[in-house]
């Protein structure tokens, strides 16, 4: 990991993390980890989102991941956000910990609640990334 979550949303590529988060909440009924792939590749299938996904898109990703994980389960963020020390390893880690969390809370949640749940991550992302 070499980037910021600032110098991720500045990325021409990549969304701006609060912006796919707000989309990703307007998809909660495909389910969290659907509803984020729609909304930062525009798919939710591997064989659509191929042809277009960047680096930057697979980062955004898993930072989109920790940021909504932060929320549900403190120990997801516990160690800080990502930046340039952490390593791919430990990102993939975190990322880990992060879908895990995000999808045991899923299970007990209705779409609404997933709905406020990536809304108030937007919102979260959107902070972030105006830090300077």
Partial sequence: MSMSVT???????APTL???LREA???ADHGPHQALRRALFGATTFE????VITPEHA????????VVGGMVDPEVTDQGWPDATWSAGYFAQRVRRAHDA???WAAGHTTEQLAHLLEA???????MEAAA
């Fill in 48 to 51: 659509a989102f191929a042809a």
């Fill in 25 to 27: 909440a307007q998809y």
């Fill in 18 to 20: 609060s912006r796919a």
């Fill in 59 to 66: 980062i955004a990703e898993g930072v989109a991941l920790i």
């Fill in 102 to 104: 995000i999808s045991s």
């Fill in 121 to 127: 991550a937007a919102d979260r992302a959107q902070t």
């Fill in 7 to 13: 110098e991720l949303a500045e990325l021409p590529t």
